[in-house]
């Protein structure tokens, strides 16, 4: 993002949420880039999904736990729709995972995004992905 801001490459590929994110952090005046999305449907429109799991090797299997519960209450799904809430003030620009909490940043509604019918299982671990991106020159 900071590089496409400055000029020094033509476009970069990222998650929505990174450019709002930016606008918040140095000021939307200073944001030069702008934000194009890939047509309904482009093989390339996706939704990128954040997982958390607890090891089975864990020495805190119960601590772990409360954590993931936390991270899936309302409470937490607040924390990151609602931008400058979190204990730090943080600005998150995610999507809320509860449905009953709505994003308070300016990202296109989740209801609206059309993205392709690709389903994370079909992606893969991501390698391909990466080798491709880095024979670009992308990574």
Partial sequence: ???????????GIINQYYYYRMQAEIGASKVTAKIAHLAPRDPGYVIDVSGAAVLKASKHQ???????????????????????TGPDQS???????DSGVTTKAPETPFSQLQPSSITIADLG???????????AGLL
Avoid at 1 to 11: E, I, S, T
């Fill in 1 to 11: 993002m900071a590089d496409v801001n400055k000029g020094a490459v033509a476009f």
């Fill in 91 to 97: 600005i998150s620009f995610e999507y809320p995972l």
């Fill in 125 to 135: 671990t991501g390698a391909t992905a990466i080798s491709l991106m880095r024979e």
């Fill in 62 to 84: 119960a601590e772990a736990q409360k954590f993931l519960a936390f991270m899936v209450s309302k409470q937490a799904q607040e924390i990151i729709g609602t931008p400058g």
